[in-house]
C-alpha cells in the first residue's frame, strides 16, 4: 500500500525478523548480535555517555522475515519496549505507527508508557499548512499539537499527531531522532515503515543510502510460511545484482500525475511465452502530466499497469487460455484475468512473463507462478488495471518480486535485481 501509487488487496501477513547488525565504520568496535529490530524513543538530550548515535549510512543489518501477503516488520518502539507491527512499504513516505485506543483492546502504541515519546507542537516547521509531505495540511489540533492526515491509492488512511522518536538496534546503538506519525485513526491494522525518497521516509532520517530485501516464494501448503532476507546496508550477494539507473525529476518536472519520490525505474517492454507485446516503450515512461511513471513497490501486492500495457498483456493471455477466463468475475476491482481450475495448466499455456528494462535488464516471473490464489479456488494473473484504482502509473508489487533480490542504492541513484531462492538464503 503506497500514497498515490499502490494497493494491498490481501490481508497482511506478520513479519518477525532476527537481525545481525554490524557497526559503522566510524566506531571503534564492531559486534554481530541477533535480536529482533527494536525502535526506541528519541530523548531530548543524551546523559548516558555510553549511548551512541549510528553513522547509519555505513551501518549494515540483516534480518530474515516470514511472507505471505506483503512485507511486515515487528519492531518494538519506545522505552520500555513495545512491539509494533508495519509495513515495509517503499511506495510511501511518512512512517507511522498506531496510537488508538480502541476496544476489544490492540496492540496498538502506548504513549504513556514510553518515557521518550514526544509529540510535536504546532509551532514545529514541519506543521506548517505548505509543508508538502501529506495529503492534506497539516493543522492543530485542540490540544495544541501538530495533526497530520494520510491518505493511500487503495482508499485507506491514518491520522493522528506527529511524534518524534529514536530507534535502537541495542541499548547503546540507535538511529538519529526520527519524526513518525501516531495515529488515533486508520483503516488498517499495521502501521507503515516508509521508505521511498521523501525526507521523511525511514532511510531519509536515519541516513541510510542501501537497502535491499529477497521475497520468498509463497507456499500454498496451509501452515507453512516461507522466510526471506533483509538488508539494511551493503548486501554481499550485490556483486551479481544487475542495476537500472531510476528516472529522478527535479522540482520544475513536478506534474499532476507523478510522484517524484517513488522508485522509478526505465521499463521498456513485456514478454509473454517468448513474445514481446505490441507495446511502445513510452507507455512506461511518465508523459506530459505524469501518467505512464513505471515504479518498484514493496507496499502493493500485485502489478498494476496503465490500460495501453494491460490491454495488451489480456490479449495475449487471452489466445493462449481465453475461454478459460472466468467470465464476469473482477477480482477487487481491477484484475479481470482469474480462472477456475489447475493454476499449473494455465500457467504453462501462458508461458513465463518478463519484464524487460534498460541495458537488458529483466525480472521474470516463471509460469509456475503466474497465477495468484485469491480464494474460493478462483486464480488470478497477479496483474491489474492501475486506472481502475484511480491511478495513471505503472507498479510492480511484490507478487512478482518472488525470489529475486531487489536493492535500493540511494548513493548511486539505481535500483539493481538478482534472481535467488529467497528461502535458502535466509536459513
Known amino acids: ?44 538530550g543524551n546523559s548516558n555517555p555510553k549511548l551512541r548515535t ?10 530474515s522475515f516470514k511472507y505471505s501477503m506483503a512485507l511486515v516488520v515487528t519492531l518494538p518502539i519506545g522505552t520500555p519496549p513495545q512491539k509494533q507491527e ?66 493511500y491509492a487503495d482508499g485507506t488512511y491514518a491520522e493522528g499527531n506527529l511524534v518524534r522518536e529514536k530507534i535502537s538496534f541495542s541499548p547503546s546503538q540507535t538511529t538519529p531522532p526520527l519524526i513518525l506519525g501516531c495515529a488515533t485513526e486508520s483503516t488498517d491494522a499495521r502501521g507503515i515503515l516508509g521508505m521511498n525518497l521523501g525526507r521523511l521516509s525511514f532511510p531519509s532520517q536515519s541516513k541510510i543510502t542501501k537497502f535491499s530485501y529477497c521475497v520468498p516464494a509463497r507456499q500454498t501448503r496451509p501452515g507453512s510460511t516461507p522466510t526471506g532476507s533483509f538488508y539494511l546496508g551493503n548486501n554481499p550477494n550485490s556483486a551479481r545484482f544487475r542495476y537500472v539507473s531510476m528516472l529522478t525529476f527535479s522540482q520544475s ?53 496503465v490500460d495501453a500495457a494491460y490491454d495488451r498483456v489480456r490479449e495475449q493471455i487471452s489466445k493462449s487460455v481465453g475461454p478459460r477466463f472466468k467470465k464476469g468475475y473482477v477480482y477487487g476491482g481491477v484484475a479481470d484475468m482469474c480462472f477456475d481450475g489447475d493454476a499449473m495448466e494455465i500457467g504453462r499455456l501462458v508461458g513465463d512473463v518478463v519484464f524487460e528494462f534498460e541495458k537488458g535488464v529483466e525480472i521474470m516471473v516463471p509460469k509456475e ?20 484504482l484511480g491511478a495513471a502509473s505503472n507498479i510492480i508489487g511484490n ?13 548511486n541513484r539505481r535500483v539493481g535485481f538478482g534472481a535467488a531462492d529467497c528461502s535458502r538464503l535466509a536459513k
Open 369 to 388: 507462478r503466474l497465477l495468484a490464489d485469491v480464494g474460493g479456488g478462483v486464480h488470478c494473473v497477479g496483474i491489474g488495471r492501475s486506472e481502475r
Open 54 to 63: 549510528l553513522s547509519t549510512s555505513s551501518f549494515n543489518l540483516k534480518s
Open 86 to 151: 508495519m509495513v515495509l512499504d517503499t511506495g510511501s513516505q511518512l512512517s507511522w505507527i498506531q496510537c488508538h485506543n480502541k476496544t476489544p483492546p490492540t496492540a496498538s502504541f502506548d504513549p504513556s508508557l514510553s518515557s521518550s515519546f514526544y509529540v510535536l507542537p504546532c509551532n514545529h516547521p514541519l506543521c506548517k499548512p505548505r509543508v508538502p509531505d501529506f495529503t492534506l495540511p497539516t493543522t492543530c489540533d485542540q490540544n495544541r499539537l501538530c495533526h497530520y492526515s494520510y491518505f
Open 253 to 305: 518536472q513536478r506534474m499532476p500525475n507523478l510522484d517524484p519520490l517513488a522508485y522509478t525505474v526505465p521499463m521498456q517492454g513485456i514478454r509473454i511465452g517468448g513474445k514481446r507485446l505490441n507495446i511502445q516503450p513510452s507507455v512506461f515512461r511518465p508523459n506530459a502530466g505524469g501518467s505512464g511513471q513505471t515504479m518498484v513497490d514493496s507496499g502493493s501486492e500485485f502489478t498494476f499497469l
Open 399 to 411: 507478487f512478482h518480486q518472488q525470489n529475486l533480490w531487489v536493492e535500493f542504492d540511494l548513493a
Open 1 to 44: 500500500m503506497a500514497l498515490f501509487s499502490s494497493v494491498s488487496l490481501f490481508p497482511l501477513c506478520m513479519l518477525l525478523i532476527s537481525l545481525f547488525f554490524s557497526t559503522s565504520s566510524s566506531m571503534k568496535e564492531s559486534v554481530s548480535l541477533s535480536f529482533p529490530l527494536t525502535w526506541l524513543p528519541l530523548s531530548t
